[in-house]
C-alpha cells in the first residue's frame, strides 16, 4: 500500500529518493544498467532519529544519537546535527537486537524513523565510519575505552558530558557543495 519511498539502490546521498503518496502519482526515478535498481520501502510517518554507533562482534559498545538540523537537499546529505543524551530505551534495545542478529563488527551509521506509537524503523545501516563519528571524541565520548574494555558489556556513550551539542561538519558541506555527483 501506498505511501512508500523509492529510492536507487546505489545511495547518492539522499539525492536519488521520491515519496510516492498514491499508485496515480508519477515516479521521476529511472534506473539504468550502471544501477543496482530501485529500492520500495514502506513510508514511516514520524520523527527520524540518527545513530552513530560501534559494534564489537555483534555487541553494541557505543552509541550516540543526534537528529538533523540542516541538510542539502530534502533527502540529502547532513550538514548540522544536534548530538542529545539517548533517553530511549527501545532505542538502545532495538540497536543491541540489529546489531546481535545481524552480526555486526565496526562502525556503523544507522537512520531509524520513531512513530506514534514509539517503534523504531530502520531503514538505513552504513558499516563504515563517517565524518560525524570524528566528533564523537570532541563531545565527550571515549571511543578508545570501548575499543580497550570490549569484554565489560557497558555501552558508552548513551549519556554525554553536556547535551545537546550541535556540530556544523562544514567539511561535508564544502565536499558536497562543490561535487556535481554528490
Known sequence: GYPVVVKQARGRAGGAVQVLRGPHEPLRLRSTRSERGLLVERFVEGTDVSVEALF???RLAVMVTSRVVASLGTHGVSVVREFVDCTDDVL???MQAL???LGLDGFANVTARRDAEGRHWVFE???RPNSWHAYLPGIGVD???ALRDEGDGAI???RLP???VTVRNLSRAVLYATSPRG
Open 56 to 58: 564489537l562482534g555483534g
Open 92 to 94: 538502545v534495545q532495538d
Open 99 to 101: 546489531g546481535r542478529h
Open 125 to 127: 545501516v552504513d558499516m
Open 143 to 145: 571511543l578508545a575505552a
Open 156 to 158: 558508552r556513550g548513551l
Open 162 to 164: 553536556r547535551s545537546p
